[in-house]
């Protein structure tokens, strides 16, 4: 059973940086994609970034572009892989919850299958974000 579990969310000012991490188990992530998404409080849940599971990056929202990098974990031969959001330059509209989530799809048709959420079998607990003003 494939899980996922984010970490690094908190407190920050604006203008500040925050690491996110998304620990997945339960098999074998040699094909398709993480994505990070994000839901502030009487909002709909909002791509953020994706990732194949190879490390080659797919997108970001405009939003965040220049910002926010994600990234794969590289260690080897171990029982969890992890995926980064590395998150500068915050700012009060990037308040949110942040989930990761994966897919076993590889899909080469282009990058807005990966930032719709309905594309995703597997999604994690969530974060929180917050950044004060």
């Known amino acids: 059973q494939v899980q996922l579990v984010e970490s690094g969310g908190g407190l920050v000012q604006t203008g500040g940086s925050l690491r996110l991490s998304c620990a997945a188990s339960g098999r074998t992530f040699d094909h398709g994609a993480v994505g990070w998404f994000r839901q502030a409080p009487g909002k709909e849940r909002e791509f953020v970034a994706a990732?194949?599971?190879?490390?080659?990056?797919?997108?970001?929202?405009?939003s965040v572009k220049g910002r926010f990098t994600i990234s794969r974990g590289t260690a080897k031969n171990t029982v969890t892989v992890s995926v980064y959001l590395q998150m500068n330059s915050l700012k009060p509209d990037d308040t949110a919850v942040y989930y990761c989530?994966?897919?076993?799809?590889?899909?080469?048709?282009?990058?807005?299958?990966?930032?719709?959420?309905?594309?995703?079998?597997?999604w994690g607990q969530g974060t929180q974000v917050t950044v004060s003003s």
């Open positions: 990732i194949y599971w190879s490390g080659v990056t797919i997108d970001y929202a405009d």
């Open positions: 989530a994966t897919t076993l799809m590889t899909y080469q048709g282009g990058t807005n299958y990966y930032a719709s959420t309905s594309s995703y079998d597997y």
